[in-house]
């Protein structure tokens, strides 16, 4: 989204020197001028992120307590706690990952789970078309259709850069999909829906950037 549209929504601007995160809110709200002291402590060394969240406060996860469902055009719907994840087969890989605003990381490293194997206990029905992606943080959800989801890059991370994933970052699962822009890339995941149609337009979608948000070759930068 432009730097204006993005001004709308809650950001957490990391200047320079040490732990000096910033947290700003809604417009009109002001600077709140809030730390959130462990996902600032995971960002610093990682400088050049921004962390985007569409509410006033970074959602902080409860992992006892997390769930994720899978759902919709499934055989089986299926409850996983963060436990159950961990102990599912993990992929790593490194790939860039890139906002439509501009900015770019490079080489982040992401451990997680394919949906080859995430969708497996669950079984999507024949007629499944796509998944959505459901955020603890109400509205944001995004889609991806089954190909684009299963591809060799795409996965619910759970760990950035050799450690969990930190609240900021979208604690304790988010999707990575690194040939598409940021907006895609669903932070804390509680619920995956298989849709028997892709026509589901995310959070950012529904405010005009393209559903297929291939990097360079949609209506972002
Ligand atoms: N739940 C949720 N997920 C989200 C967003 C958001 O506001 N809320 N912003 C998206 C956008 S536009 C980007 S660029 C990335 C930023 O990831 P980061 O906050 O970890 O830097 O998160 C994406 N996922
Ligand atoms: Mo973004």
Not at 103 to 109: A, D, T
Not at 133 to 156: I, K, N, R, W
Request: aromatic fraction near 10%; hydrophobic fraction near 40%; charged fraction near 20%.
């Amino acid at each position: 989204m432009h730097d204006r549209a993005i001004g709308r929504a809650a950001f957490l601007g990391l200047v320079g020197a040490g732990v000096a995160g910033l947290f700003y809110g809604r417009e009109g709200m002001g600077l709140l001028g809030r730390l959130v002291p462990d996902g600032v402590q995971s960002i610093v060394p990682t400088s050049g992120w921004r962390i985007y969240t569409i509410g006033a406060s970074i959602p902080r996860l409860d992992p006892a307590e997390y769930r994720l469902t899978i759902d919709g055009a499934v055989r089986s719907p299926v409850t996983y706690t963060l436990a159950d994840l961990r102990r599912l087969p993990q992929a790593e890989q490194v790939s860039d990952f890139q906002c439509v605003t501009g900015w770019r990381i490079q080489n982040v490293h992401w451990r997680g789970v394919r949906f080859r194997t995430l969708l497996e206990e669950a079984g999507l029905r024949s007629n499944a078309k796509a998944l959505r992606f459901v955020s603890a943080e109400v509205p944001y959800d995004d889609s991806l259709t089954l190909p684009q989801a299963l591809a060799g890059d795409v996965m619910l991370a759970l760990d950035m850069d050799g450690k969990p994933l930190s609240h900021a970052h979208g604690f304790p699962a988010r999707l990575v999909m690194p040939r598409m822009y940021g907006y895609k890339g669903v932070k804390w995941v509680t619920r995956i829906e298989a849709r028997t149609t892709h026509t589901d337009l995310g959070f950012w979608e529904q405010r005009g950037y393209d559903k297929d948000a291939w990097i360079g070759a949609s209506n972002g930068f």
